[in-house]
């Protein structure tokens, strides 16, 4: 069965510094992989995703995430904080048919001033 | 283009009560699915609908249940409400799953308390 594991529940940088939220996979085949932000009191929005093709992918608000298929993980970057990403950030697999999404457990991101 | 819609934003309901909450997908989708967020639990997949049918059930009692109209669009029905049934209710929409732009899209969600 599918499974996606975060690392680390909460993880805290300083503005400006590096941002690396930490996404493993587990999956009989490559599966296509998500990234999805939750500010408080609110739905899920899209980060980027992964399906086939290019392993570095650019997503919105300068992340990007790349899929590293000998490491099973999906990391997701940003190269310097702002006080505004911080917020829940989830991490999710999918492979095919009537499986449903798979989400991680999730991971908190405070940005310091 | 519009997202994804919930209704009620907010939702209170005394112990033993039911709750319907209902969900408009993106123009175009034919997927919706439902996930509680519960405090601590993360979110734990509820339903899947397309095309009209149940395509996928997560691990929840039959008091939970829902349909998917021609319109596509969804309700949940929670019955014989527990106090644990208190979380906030998204619901998510996608094109069918197989296509190359699957992915899902969520709204802002219903907070469901259970008194």
């Known amino acids: 069965a599918q499974s996606v594991t975060q690392l680390g529940s909460h993880v805290s940088v300083s503005e400006g510094a590096l941002v690396l939220l930490r996404c493993n996979y587990s999956?009989?085949?490559?599966?296509?992989l998500f990234w999805y932000v939750q500010y408080p009191n609110q739905g899920l929005q899209l980060l980027l995703k992964?399906?086939?093709?290019?392993?570095l992918v650019k997503g919105i608000n300068g992340f990007e995430a790349e899929f590293k298929k000998s490491e099973t993980s999906f990391h997701l970057t940003k190269p310097s904080a702002h006080m505004s990403d911080a917020a829940e950030y989830f991490c999710?697999?999918?492979?095919?048919?009537?499986?449903?999404?798979?989400f991680g457990k999730g991971t908190r991101l405070s940005v310091i001033a | 283009e519009a997202g994804v819609t919930q209704s009620p934003t907010h939702l209170i309901k005394t112990r033993g009560q039911q709750a319907t909450l209902r969900c408009s997908p993106i123009?175009?989708?034919?997927?919706v699915y439902w996930y509680q967020q519960a405090l601590g639990l993360g979110l734990q997949f509820l339903l899947w609908?397309?095309?009209?049918?149940?395509?996928n059930r997560g691990n929840f009692p039959p008091r939970f249940s829902g349909r998917q109209f021609p319109n596509y669009s969804s309700e949940l029905n929670v019955n014989a409400l527990e106090l644990e049934d208190s979380a906030l209710y998204l619901c998510?929409?996608?094109?069918?799953?197989?296509?190359?732009?699957?992915?899902?899209?969520f709204g802002p969600g219903t907070r469901l308390t259970v008194t």
């Open positions: 123009s175009g989708h034919t997927s």
């Open positions: 998510a929409s996608s094109r069918r799953p197989g296509l190359s732009s699957y992915e899902q899209y």
């Open positions: 609908y397309d095309e009209g049918e149940e395509r």
């Open positions: 992964y399906t086939t093709g290019a392993t």
């Open positions: 999956s009989s085949v490559p599966p296509y």
């Open positions: 999710a697999s999918w492979n095919s048919g009537n499986t449903p999404l798979v």
